[in-house]
Nanobody, 123 residues
């Protein structure tokens, strides 16, 4: 089992920044690819970004490329999502996930999920 706990969400104005964190506990963190997803009200959960530890590799959905950066610190069992130039359409609950496959945007390919953290971007 892997337990994931997200933090760092909040309310920010358009153009602002937030950094989300996801702390993992349980099985060996470095064995898993880590992903961030988001879900807006009335919409399906969608992929945002993923990262693999070795060899280091990152993968983003087109709508966040150049604005969001995913990173991980294996020593702290933590994955981050730095979000810059935020837009109102980025408003959603953001979820951290862990899985064995990489790269993948498919929700079902991730085995473990956090409880989510709300990000609200005002215009």
């Amino acid at each position: 089992q892997v337990q994931l706990v997200e933090s760092g969400g909040g309310l920010v104005q358009a153009g602002g920044s937030l950094r989300l964190s996801c702390v993992a506990s349980g099985r060996t963190f470095s064995n898993y690819a880590m992903g961030w997803f988001r879900q807006a009200p009335g919409k399906e959960r969608e992929f945002v970004a993923a990262i693999r530890w070795f060899p280091t590799s990152t993968y983003y959905t087109d709508s966040v490329k150049g604005r969001f950066t995913i990173s991980r610190d294996n020593a702290k069992n933590t994955v981050y999502l730095q979000m810059n130039s935020l837009k109102p359409e980025d408003t959603a609950v953001y979820y951290c996930a862990a899985g064995r496959r990489y790269p993948t945007m498919v929700v079902a390919h991730y085995d473990y999920w956090g409880q989510g953290t709300q990000v609200t971007v005002s215009s």
